[in-house]
């Protein structure tokens, strides 16, 4: 559970904090050759929403909404690496 402010009290405000939110990440690699590397990263596996009010929050704990809750707010992504080694 996160506070949006340490300081309030129940009768400061309304809603005084958020859920906790669980995502799921996933990577999945293939050595092709000793030189040849393949790597896809799923982000956000379940594509979860970020909990109410998670967003209406200004940032309590001195850290930006949107940096705590970006993979919410974007979604399901996906990355797609390729490594190759020159010996």
């Known amino acids: 559970m ?9 009768t400061s405000q309304n809603i005084l904090s958020v859920p906790r939110w669980w995502l799921i990440n996933s990577t999945v690699s293939y050595e092709a050759t000793k030189a040849l ?3 896809v990263v ?4 379940f594509n ?3 909990p109410y009010p998670a967003l209406a929050g200004d ?3 001195f850290s930006s909404v949107t940096s705590l809750y970006f993979a919410g707010i974007i979604g399901r992504t996906y990355l797609l690496t ?3 080694r020159f010996f």
């Open 2 to 10: 996160m506070d949006f402010n340490n300081q309030n009290t129940p």
């Open 37 to 39: 590397e393949l790597r």
């Open 42 to 45: 799923v982000d956000n596996v």
């Open 48 to 50: 979860k929403q970020p």
């Open 59 to 61: 940032g309590g704990n």
């Open 82 to 84: 390729v490594d190759y």
